[in-house]
């Protein structure tokens, strides 16, 4: 990938949340797209809404895989035909194969019922759990993510992180379809299924449910 440099110092230019603005990360100089002198390669959406997300890096690898494809073609078609974060909902439950590290209304809710203790110290009064998420036989109960109507929770051991679904900014997608809210490797969403489908409708869920809360938010990035 290409990679813009400021006209000023020689920096590297880096894309602002704004649609058409870039910013020097060492000289804080500003540019338009129509500004920079090289042009910048349009990305490829493969169907992603382009008035939703912002695809700033190359996803060629990630549908080259199974989990990846089925990842991203998921979270299309669940964007595409769904109404609302209820629908989604729905679409997780009965169209989805549920991986049997994942638990959620009326499969396995006792591995919810254990990590509230947990996660309800940063959880608002009422907020509901939707999914919880075992990251690996090794490590269960004590390594997993959840995702609410609000927020996603990653639980690290001893370590509890969070994010409201209206401050994620950004994802990184590895070939495997795993992503990484806001580019932090503390906020994992793992894809625990073996062809993407639960992964990519689960990310559509936490996609329109950001949007719900906020339909006034910046685009999501895709980096």
């Known amino acids: 990938m290409e990679i813009l440099k400021c006209a000023q110092c020689g920096g590297e230019l880096k894309r602002i949340r704004t649609r058409h ?32 997300f912002s695809v700033e890096c190359d996803l060629s690898k990630v549908m080259k895989t199974e989990n990846g494809s089925g990842c991203i073609k998921t979270l299309v078609h669940c964007m595409d035909t769904c109404e609302s974060s209820s629908e989604i909902e729905k679409y997780l439950s009965a169209k989805c194969s549920i991986p049997d590290d994942i638990s959620m209304k009326g499969v396995r809710e006792d591995q919810i019922d254990k990590a509230l203790p947990v996660i309800s110290k940063v959880m608002d009064p009422g907020e509901r759990v939707i999914v919880y998420g075992n990251k690996g036989i090794f490590s269960k109960g004590k ?25 994620i900014d950004s994802v990184k997608m590895a070939d495997s379809g795993r992503c990484n809210i806001n580019s932090d490797y503390n906020k994992t969403i793992y894809n625990l299924g073996g ?22 938010r910046d685009k999501i990035r895709i980096v």
């Open 143 to 167: 390594e997993y993510f959840v995702v609410t109507d609000k927020r996603c929770i990653f639980v690290e051991k001893k370590n509890v992180f969070h994010v409201l679904h209206t401050d």
């Open 195 to 216: 062809t993407g489908i639960f992964h990519g409708a689960l990310l559509a869920l936490i996609f329109v449910l950001s949007f719900e809360a906020d339909m006034e």
């Open 21 to 52: 603005e870039w910013f020097c990360s060492f000289c804080d100089s500003r540019y338009s797209d129509e500004q920079s002198e090289t042009p910048k390669p349009r990305a490829k959406y493969y169907g992603l809404n382009e008035e939703v």
